[in-house]
């Protein structure tokens, strides 16, 4: 069982960075990929970053390319989503998941274990 909490959402205006945490507990973390995902209301969540267990690879959605960056310490289990140059459409709701895997899946109902969501609003 892996538990995994959000934080670091909040208010910034458009050009400005957050940076997302996503803590994990249970046993063992380091053997799970890990993926960021956004939701706003109406829409389906959407993929935006993944990270492979051992960090060596690492993946985004392309309107985030360029702007954000996500890692890992699987000593402090956990990770992150630095999020720079903020559009007004980066606003959603954004989670953490995770799923014991050497792939990262890009679709949400291939992980399994979520955490409860931050809001991120980004002012225009």
């Known amino acids: 069982q892996v538990q995994l909490v959000e934080s670091g959402g909040g208010l910034v205006q458009a050009g400005g960075s957050l940076r997302l945490s996503c803590a994990a507990s249970?046993?063992?973390?380091?053997?799970?990929?890990v993926g960021w995902f956004r939701q706003t209301p109406g829409k389906e969540r959407e993929f935006v970053a993944g990270?492979?267990?051992?960090?060596?690879?690492?993946y985004y959605t392309n309107s985030v390319k360029g702007r954000f960056t996500i890692s890992r310490d699987n000593g402090k289990k956990t990770v992150y989503l630095q999020m720079n140059s903020l559009k007004a459409e980066d606003t959603a709701v954004y989670y953490c998941?995770?799923?014991?895997?050497?792939?990262?899946?890009?679709?949400?109902?291939?992980?399994?274990?979520w955490g409860q969501g931050t809001q991120v609003t980004v002012s225009s």
């Open positions: 249970g046993r063992t973390f380091s053997n799970y990929a």
């Open positions: 998941a995770a799923v014991q895997s050497p792939l990262v899946p890009n679709h949400p109902g291939d992980y399994a274990y």
């Open positions: 990270i492979e267990w051992s960090a060596s690879r690492t």
